[in-house]
């Protein structure tokens, strides 16, 4: 039995060893070249998110100790509530990670958190990053471009001590402008003119953007997009994950007076999805518009949710059936936020702006 299986793989091995050498004098075959570079290219592609992802991502402004107004937050809150996210295995992320995350190109801890600073306050540097390398956090800078220098505001030389340690520095465009309110012409040279200005003084680029007031549009985001930006933050309630928009991405504001019964509500919600959106996120309605969209999650019944509009109830139809949405909100003119809650398990959210004219 032994000698007829030698036998048998000396025979293997001569047939292997005679189409080798039978192929190495013969023509290249155009397709089989083809072949070859198809997966070549495929080998070179970074791997995928291998699960889906939950992203925390916090929106801060001042810290200090103590607070003096309604953006800035006492040191000792703040401190209580990173100590919240370390006691829940929270591990930081930059914005261009999620970046790539939802492009497809790379993967984040199961528990990610993504702490944001708007405004460029000289506190980011002096108060937040001392607590935050307590434990070994890093968190992103959104630059209002012009002030960078001014009184109370980072200057330069501390924008790359920030970078140098691992920070990511984003833009809030040159002069904090609400860009849902001015000319299209001014909202480009605002989103252009801050990127560039930003990328000249720093080693990583300025590829990450905070709408100022949380306010975007659908052109909005298409300029922001136009001008490099490859993910832009919102102050949108709610979680981000996989179905999120890399424009649209939401960040829970943090206030003075944020309890931290509050505080850990919110790591543990999850996004509440819908799809078939009609009209599109982003687009501008009219003050009597009505809305319709399908509730996507299986765990949340029909009739299980509340809505509101900048803090309203509003009422909404849904059928079983198809998971057809309804709604009919009374919309302001200018911007309005929707919100949309399932207050089960587990809690759900998702909002976004809808500007009404």
Not at 272 to 293: C, F, K, M, Y
Not at 317 to 331: K, V
Request: with cysteine; charged share 25%.
């Amino acid at each position: 039995m032994v000698v007829k299986t030698m036998r048998a793989l000396c025979l293997l091995v001569a047939a292997v060893l005679i189409a080798v050498l039978a192929g190495c004098g013969s023509e290249p075959d155009p397709a089989a070249e083809g072949e070859g570079e198809s997966v070549e290219a495929v080998a070179e592609v970074p791997s995928g998110p291998t699960a889906d992802r939950k992203v925390v991502a916090l929106c801060y402004h001042s810290i200090a100790d103590e607070s003096g107004s309604t953006y800035e937050l006492a040191i000792g809150d703040f401190k209580e509530q990173l100590q919240a996210l370390a006691d829940d295995g929270y591990e930081t992320v930059l914005p261009s990670q999620i970046a790539d995350y939802l492009e497809g190109k790379g993967d984040l801890p199961e528990k990610a958190v993504c702490i944001t600073f708007d405004d460029g306050p000289e506190s980011i540097l002096t108060v937040s990053k001392p607590a935050m390398d307590a434990h070994g956090y890093v968190g992103a800078a959104f630059l209002i471009a012009d002030s960078v220098g001014g009184d109370g505001k980072l200057s330069w030389d501390q924008v790359r001590e920030l970078e140098a340690a691992g920070w990511e520095i984003g833009s809030h465009t040159c002069t904090h402008e609400m860009l849902t309110r001015v000319s299209a012409d001014t909202c480009v040279a605002e989103l252009e003119d801050a990127r560039e200005g930003i990328a000249a003084e720093v080693e990583g680029g300025c590829d990450a953007f905070a709408y100022p007031n949380g306010l975007y549009d659908a052109d909005v985001a298409a300029h922001a997009r136009d001008a490099g930006y490859r993910i832009a933050f919102t102050i949108d309630r709610g979680p981000a994950d996989q179905t999120t928009d890399a424009m649209f991405v939401p960040r829970q504001m943090l206030v003075d007076g944020n309890s931290l019964k509050t505080f850990r509500g919110w790591l543990s919600q999850e996004k509440l999805h819908l799809e078939e959106i009609d009209p599109p996120v982003g687009e501008r309605l009219s003050t009597d518009a009505g809305i319709t969209a399908r509730l996507a999650d299986d765990d949340v019944p029909i009739d299980g949710m509340e809505m509101s509009v900048n803090g309203s109830p509003i009422k909404y139809e849904g059928d079983s059936e198809t998971g057809m949405l309804t709604i009919s909100p009374e919309l302001n003119e200018g911007a309005n936020n929707l919100r949309i809650n399932f207050y089960g398990s587990p809690r759900r959210e998702v909002s976004w702006v809808i500007v009404a004219e």
